[in-house]
């Protein structure tokens, strides 16, 4: 029980962390005039080398959120279920 409770809260800190950093992420890609500012956005205010690599780093990590929620939700489901 403890653990599926911390793991409902770090998927959610995952999730909406990731979330927030790809939609930054898209906006400096789509924003951005050309390459050269997109680099310093990017290395500004995502610490990445583009915009590209880290929407790649965020989807992962947004993946990596969606199933340990999944997990979390599971295990509940199971401990409601289980008699002893």
Do not use: Q
């Not at 809260?9 to 898209?26: C, N, T």
């Not at 590209?52 to 990590?61: L, T």
């Amino acid at each position: 029980m403890f653990f599926t409770r911390i793991g409902r809260i770090l998927a959610h800190l995952i999730f909406w962390s990731s979330a927030l950093r790809l939609a930054i992420a898209f906006g400096i890609a789509f924003l951005t005039p050309d390459m050269e500012s997109n680099t310093f956005a990017s290395r500004r205010y995502l610490a990445a080398a583009t915009s590209g690599e880290a929407i790649n780093e965020a989807v992962i990590y947004l993946l990596l959120g969606i199933a340990l929620g999944v997990l979390c939700e599971i295990s509940s489901k199971r401990i409601g279920t289980v008699s002893t």
